[in-house]
């Protein structure tokens, strides 16, 4: 791989990861803020604080993969680890922020919890096959 497209490639993700960790510390902060004091909305805290480190972790492995790269001016070997550990932790990430989602609805109501649930797994599925079609490629 060209050091163009590791370093686009690493600028994705980072890019992918600190947006979502702001979007999950967006939702922790609401949360928080919410008087409802239930266990949906304690179980919403949880998940997207949880997402939200994840993301980070992933955030900071990229941009220190993208500087060593940049720095170097070539893709180094040993860099491997961490940028699988950030892309692996990266797609737990996202499985956890859209169970939060997908666990959210259930603050509202029985119904709203059930259509987030719902589409919360059909977008679980896609991304999975999507992960597994452009994975499979690179086997």
Aim: with cysteine; charged share 10%; glycine share 8%.
């Amino acid at each position: 791989m060209t050091v163009e497209n590791y370093l686009a490639e690493a600028g994705a993700f980072a890019t992918l990861a600190g947006l979502l960790a702001g979007f999950g510390l967006t939702a922790v902060i609401q949360f928080l803020a919410t008087e409802n004091k239930s266990k949906f909305v304690s179980a919403n805290i949880i998940v997207f604080s949880i997402s939200t480190t994840l993301f980070t972790y992933a955030l900071i492995a990229f941009i220190l993969v993208f500087a060593a790269t940049a720095e170097l001016n070539e893709v180094r070997a040993e860099l491997d680890g961490l940028s699988m550990s950030g892309f692996l932790v990266l797609v737990c990430a996202i499985f956890v922020f859209l169970g939060g989602i997908g666990l959210s609805g259930w603050i509202r109501s029985k119904a709203a919890g059930i259509v987030t649930s719902i589409f919360a797994v059909i977008t679980m599925c896609l991304t999975a096959s999507a992960l597994w079609s452009a994975l499979s490629l690179l086997a």
